[in-house]
């Protein structure tokens, strides 16, 4: 009885098991690649923090552009480096000096900056713009090695390095499924990309966007080795109460 207990445990974990299709990420086949940063960059977002600083061959013509630090003390070149932020409101815009409410909500960040180029190009010559997205981040659940929130510091960053930065997925974590959800015009948008295919690289979320939010789920053996971790006591006492009864029975 004890034998035959032991032998339904052992199949139903062997049964459990993956297989090297299951494991192996990117399986040759002809799908070609076609995947453009370009055309999947992030777009700027409501909530969204920037640091926007303007630059020209005439440092003085830059002044009205770039907010001031009323608590910076000391000459310049001792002084503390002051970075200016803007925080993209709820319409969409930012209220930039000189210019008033600029619009930027739905555009990539070279768009963003070609647009403030422009504008800012109408009072001084030439002028420079440095822009950088201030609260990119993404966050990686389930089955990876590391889950969190992980700072970005550009804009640039695909699903496999953020996978990369949680540590990659654990021996348990389906690689057929990875979720990605992404907030779209106010809405969440749910995508499924399968690791395992070459098409993953063509994958619209293949380049995440900030607040991305990746889950990698569980697969069918550490669901079932959570279960007996959690039960394993009580299917002893009961195997150990069944074959105490039997063995009184065939007495």
Do not use: H
């Not at 822009?131 to 510091?153: A, D, Q, S």
């Amino acid at each position: 009885m004890r034998i035959f207990l032991v032998l339904i445990v052992l199949l139903s974990l062997f049964g459990s098991c993956a297989s090297k299709k299951d494991l192996i990420y990117f399986q040759p086949d002809s799908t070609a690649l076609n995947t453009s940063y370009e055309l999947n960059a992030p777009r700027l977002q409501p909530g969204d923090i920037l640091t926007i600083s303007i630059t020209a061959d005439d440092i003085r013509a830059t002044e009205p552009f770039n907010q001031i630090n009323i608590y910076q003390t000391g000459t310049p070149q001792n002084a503390n480096p002051f970075i200016p932020t803007y925080v993209i409101d709820s319409e969409g815009n930012i209220e930039f000096p000189k210019l008033g409410e600029v619009k930027l909500a739905g555009k990539t960040r070279v768009e963003a900056i070609k647009d403030l180029k422009e504008e800012v190009g109408k009072y001084i010559v030439n002028p420079g713009v440095n822009m950088t997205i201030r609260n990119f981040r993404v966050t990686v659940l389930g089955e990876v090695l590391k889950p969190g929130t992980y700072e970005v510091e550009n804009d640039r960053i695909t699903l496999l390095e953020a996978l990369g930065m949680a540590g990659d997925l654990t021996i348990n974590g389906v690689r057929k499924n990875v979720l990605v959800i992404r907030e779209q015009n106010g809405q969440k948008v749910e995508y499924r990309v399968d690791l395992t295919k070459r098409d993953a690289l063509n994958s619209p979320v293949y380049y995440l966007s900030q607040n991305d939010v990746v889950y990698v789920e569980p697969n069918g053996a550490r669901i079932q080795s959570s279960k007996y971790t959690q039960n394993t006591s009580i299917f002893v006492s009961i195997a150990s109460l069944i074959i105490t009864i039997v063995a009184v029975v065939v007495r």
